[in-house]
């Protein structure tokens, strides 16, 4: 990405991770969230691998194409993160949560 003569990103991040939101809706119809890691349950090494979920909470099927895709698109935007852990990237506001913050805020 370029930089200004200031040293500031010439985009910020967070419009770099709007239209990434944007692009991934745009991709799969329907989709509220995107959880991503590097732990495709159907292969022995590690693998970019998504699970796009509905606003209700019901996963969306992706064929093996998308899906790494869109976990390879949302690595990019975030490559200095502990992939090993998945996350998981809200589409409505553009953000990244480690899935298991997301999952201990919710039981509170």
């Known amino acids: 990405m370029l930089a200004m003569p200031s040293g500031t990103l010439a985009c910020p991040d967070a419009a770099r991770q709007q239209r ?7 991709m799969i ?25 509905d606003a209700a909470g019901e996963t969306i099927d992706l064929n093996r194409t998308t ?6 698109w949302i690595l990019r935007v975030w490559p200095g993160l502990d992939w090993n852990r998945a996350h998981t990237f809200d589409l409505a506001t553009a953000t990244l949560t480690r899935s298991d913050l997301a999952a201990a805020g919710r039981g509170r």
């Open 20 to 26: 990434l939101a944007a692009q991934l809706a745009d």
């Open 29 to 53: 119809p329907g989709a509220a969230t995107i959880r991503v890691s590097l732990n495709d349950p159907t292969q022995q090494w590690p693998h970019p691998h998504a699970i796009a979920k």
């Open 67 to 72: 899906s790494r895709v869109a976990a390879r």
